[in-house]
């Protein structure tokens, strides 16, 4: 089943914070752009949400862009604040945790692991 993603508008300027909003008791996510070597997602996180942990095969790039966010990599707790960035590393366990409603861009990129 051939899943399709809307990705933001191309050629178009865009405020990245203002393309998602909150809503109760959610995580809300928009795709900016979404190729097979990697994508962009916004996220945008209530207060007391959370992403259980997981791992990533690849390499996430995290920046804040409103609010702050507790991100924990193999079980070291990272308090990120607004324009604060993390990368974390390809099969690390994580998790993502909203001590305070936040949004955040997740940059995946899958190329470059061929080695």
Sequence with gaps: MDKTVEEVEKSKAHIIVEIIEYMPNAIVSKTVIKKSTGNITVMAFDSGAE??????????FGQIIDGSAE???????HLLQLGAGIIIPAHSPHSIKANQRFKIILTIIKSGYED
């Design 51 to 60: 992403l259980a942990e997981r791992t990533s095969p690849f390499d996430i």
């Design 71 to 77: 991100i924990t990599i193999k079980k070291k707790v």
